[in-house]
């Protein structure tokens, strides 16, 4: 049996994105929005039924992209959890907002909904789920409570692409939803992201802010003879040669998500009797949630034996990895007095969970060698 050292994360390449590349190189138009742009855009709303997406060079981009569109400023409050990458508050913060940490469920880690309607105050200008490990929040519950009160829902949906609730895609449910293909998810293209822009009264000024706030689609269109500044703006959209990199991607988007389906399965079967024995907690997936096997986060009991099962996994040549340390706690956070309590579940969580490596690329037999050490931490 092979020891070769087994990665946390490594990066699948599908096929064609060189070939993609040097196709937009030779067409003559590497800048953004051409041919490889739109046709990501359309296999987006495709894939997802969104009505509207522009790509974005990264998931951050798209949250601050969001940001700008919801008219976030300062004096507003933003809701997210604090269990999370620290984009998801970022983009809110850059806007001069205070991101108001909200604490998660014990089973899926994501946003706690029955602790949403006592965050909200007359600041609260959005709220923002993060659908953890690509297994959806509460959606129905969240939505509910946001249209009572008239706020918008920016869905984090960085790790849910192809995972869905109830049958709707990850990201198409909020008035906005935001992915990432950065290379550690689950379709890459080393730096990337997109922007869904469900709520229809958003869509042209989106399409402006996108283009560095200018008018500059109606003039594609034909609609204006030149194109001028008409509003906020940056530069949020990825050059052709990263949109013909997911272009490929795209393409191979079921099987992608089908193999690492595989892989979850034979974790879930794999490490079942140790659950069963008490020795640790698997990911739970609801049943109306549609898996897209991002992560494989395992819970153990004790912070000293998370620690032990990543330092004996390192061991033997295994990535084994934990996050994220809370934002609510952080030395930012502290710093800009955004801490206004303990998040008991939050704090918990992040002191015991452990993730294995879950790729692509990771082989049956190097997964049972994962599984296999797994045991004998235990045994
Ligand atoms: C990866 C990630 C991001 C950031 O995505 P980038 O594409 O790297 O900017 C934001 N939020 C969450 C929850 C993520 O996992």
Redesign the pocket.
């Known amino acids: 049996m092979s020891d070769d050292p087994i990665p946390f994360n490594y990066p699948f390449v599908a096929g064609k994105e060189l070939y993609y590349m040097a196709e937009a190189v030779f067409s003559g138009q590497i800048a953004s929005n051409g041919a490889f742009t739109r046709r990501c855009q359309a296999e987006l709303e495709r894939r997802t039924g969104a009505e509207k997406v522009l790509l974005t060079h990264?998931?951050?981009?798209a949250?601050e992209l969001a940001a700008l569109l919801c008219g976030v400023a300062p004096g507003h409050e933003v809701i997210m959890p604090s269990f999370?990458?620290v984009?998801?508050a970022n983009a809110f913060v850059l806007r001069g907002a205070t991101p108001v940490f909200v604490d998660i469920r014990p089973d899926t880690l994501n946003l706690d909904e029955s602790l949403l309607e006592a965050a909200i105050t007359p600041r609260t200008r959005a709220i923002v789920p993060?659908h953890?490990a690509g297994v959806a929040c509460d959606m129905d519950a969240i939505m509910g409570i946001a249209r009572a009160h008239g706020i918008p829902v920016i869905e984090?949906a960085?790790?849910g692409i192809e995972a869905s609730y109830k049958g709707r895609a990850l990201g198409t449910i909020g008035d906005l939803g935001?992915w990432?293909?950065?290379e550690?998810?689950n379709l890459i293209c080393g730096?990337?992201?997109a922007l869904a822009v469900n709520d229809p009264a958003l869509r042209e000024r989106a399409q402006i802010l996108w283009e560095k706030g200018t008018d500059r689609a109606a003039f594609e269109r034909g609609e204006v003879d030149r194109y001028t500044w008409q509003d906020l703006g940056s530069s949020f959209a990825p050059s052709e040669l990263i949109a013909g990199f997911l272009a490929a991607q795209l393409e191979e988007a079921e099987q992608i998500t089908a193999r690492r389906a595989a892989t979850h399965r034979r974790y879930l079967e794999g490490l079942h009797d140790l659950e069963q024995a008490g020795k640790l907690q698997l990911p739970r997936v609801p049943a109306d949630c549609g898996n897209n096997a991002h992560l494989f986060p395992l819970l153990l009991p004790t912070q000293e034996q998370r620690d032990a099962l990543l330092s004996f996994l390192r061991g033997r040549g295994i990535g084994a990895v934990f996050h994220y340390i809370p934002l609510h706690d952080s030395p930012f956070a502290r710093r800009a007095g955004y801490y206004t309590g303990p998040l008991p579940v939050t704090e918990d969580v992040s002191r015991r969970l452990a993730r294995l490596p879950c790729y692509y690329e990771l082989s049956p037999e190097q997964q049972q060698r994962v599984i296999d050490a797994v045991h004998a931490f235990f045994a």
Not at 58 to 61: G, H, K, N, V
């Open positions: 990264s998931c951050t981009a949250l999370t990458f984009s998801t993060v953890y984090d960085a790790q935001c990432s293909f950065h550690t998810k730096e990337g992201g």
